[in-house]
């Protein structure tokens, strides 16, 4: 593999790295947030259950980014596993290693 396939990689890595990161930071913030709403409740008099909806619907979003960064993949990043297998194939079985 030459230099830039080498850089693409780093790239295509470094990109999943930071999307992880980010749905890790927005896990954080949703759960402090949602604490935060829970006590207002309480503090409030705690009649209907007003912060699930909120938590609830953000939940929702969450799950979404939880998909985003752990399951699905950009099409880039198809193209160039598609075209690393074609390259695999085509080298003989001495040059698969490197």
Known sequence: MD???RAA??????VRIARRQWFWLD???????SVFLFVIWLLTGGDFPWFVIPAGAWAIVLVAHAAFAFILRSPEDILLEREQ???A???PPDDRTR
């Open 9 to 14: 990689l780093r790239e295509r890595e470094a």
């Open 27 to 33: 896990l954080i913030v949703w759960a402090a947030i």
């Open 85 to 87: 297998r074609q390259r």
């Open 89 to 91: 194939q085509a080298l």
């Open 3 to 5: 230099d830039f396939g």
